[in-house]
């Protein structure tokens, strides 16, 4: 049994105490269970976290894409998601035809690649976005903002030929371990899914497929020096995968990154691209999410920092405080200019006023 500080610790770093207490969102049983309000704090910081991952993520190559919350029930045929997947689904009609509200992105970043013939010289081709998807999870599994019927993924998909794997993936580990590293994330368990070679009638995908993907995938991690845990038969049958564990400060895992060949989806919605030859090849979809979802590590940041997010994270960056009614109107002055600028300009301007400040004062008190 715990003992009444054990209890005090574990509250002082769950994200649920922490998230009301510093205003940052809440579950509303009217609004409806696992569908999270975001406060203007809360959504100062996944503001700030998106405007990061956004620019980082043009640096890193990516394309930047927007699709709808609904659509029709086609794409969602084709992916087989209604016929697997439709009691996790929210799904009406209108005008006699189904809808459905979106459980995953992958579709629509399909249809934008296929928009139009694609040939080997404008590969690899990445689109990323912060989607936000919703699946129907039991009312007893929802836990605060880690299981949470609507979430926003911070999502990409990464379309290539066979002969640009290995060098993707070794990419996106750099680029996951340069965005962990931001957020002062440096501890992970590496986890590698492989399929069962007893069973190989249990996947999606040609031996050969399976094998390149696999290699590729152990390779990347090889050359990062990164340790993995293999998992035969941990695989989806749609494809290999990575999974990284972030450790937190209190030692704990959190399952974030995650990194996905998919044999399955190219070939229902049959994506393909012209190789040298002239001939159309399929091509290889990677899906990959690095904060996975961000509900999930926002609750990891509140508790890995317990409440005290570094100053680049804070929704309260700078507080204005003046000693006295008649510095009142200056303090909103200051709040103004302040409100204009980005953070590294704010910090700057405000160690520029202190300054100012101090210096009248000593001129004030060598005059007396
Ligand atoms: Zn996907």
Redo the contacts with the bound molecule.
């Keep these: 049994m715990e003992n009444k500080a054990q209890t005090k610790e574990h509250l002082d770093i769950d994200h649920r105490v922490l998230g009301q207490r510093l205003d940052m969102f809440s579950i509303n049983e009217d609004v409806g269970v696992g569908l999270v309000l975001w406060h203007p704090r809360g959504t100062t910081v996944r503001r700030i976290i998106r405007n990061f991952w956004e620019e980082e993520h043009i640096k890193g190559g990516y394309e930047l894409v927007c699709t709808p919350h609904i659509a029709r029930g086609e794409p969602w045929k084709i992916s087989g998601h209604l016929d697997y997947y439709r009691e996790n689904m929210y799904t009406f009609e209108k005008d006699g035809e189904l809808y459905v509200v979106k459980p ?3 579709p629509f ?1 399909i249809q934008i690649y296929k928009a139009k013939p694609r040939s080997y010289k404008e590969l690899p081709i990445r689109y990323a976005e912060w989607g936000t998807v919703y699946r129907y999870e039991h009312s007893g599994a929802l836990h605060g903002l880690l299981r949470v019927r609507g979430l926003t993924q911070d ?1 990409a ?1 990464i379309f290539c030929t066979p002969e640009q794997m290995e060098d993707e993936i070794l990419k996106l580990l750099d680029f996951t371990e340069r965005i962990l590293k931001c957020f002062s994330f440096h501890k992970y368990e590496v986890f590698l899914s492989t399929r069962d070679e007893s069973q190989p009638e249990r996947y999606m995908g040609s031996d050969e497929e399976w094998s390149q993907a696999q290699k590729a995938l152990a390779k990347a991690l090889k050359k990062k020096g990164l340790k993995c845990k293999e998992m035969p038969g941990e695989a989806v049958f749609y494809g290999p995968k990575i999974d990284l564990y972030i450790e937190d400060a209190s030692g704990r895992k959190w399952q974030c990154s995650t990194i ?1 060949f ?1 044999f399955n989806l190219p070939k229902r919605f049959n994506v393909t691209y012209v190789g040298p030859d002239g001939k159309e090849h399929w091509t290889i979809m990677i ?1 990959r999410a690095l904060l996975g979802t961000i509900e999930r590590f926002f609750a990891l940041l509140l508790e890995h920092f317990k409440g005290n997010l570094p100053l680049w994270l804070s929704p309260v960056q700078v507080q204005i405080l003046p000693v006295g009614g008649r510095y009142l109107s200056y303090a909103k002055k200051i709040h103004e200019n302040l409100s204009q600028m980005e953070l590294g300009q704010k910090l700057t301007k405000v160690s520029q006023q202190l300054i100012i400040r101090l210096g009248k004062l000593k001129f004030r008190k060598s005059l007396i």
């Design positions: 995953m992105n992958c970043h999502d998909h996905q998919d899906h």
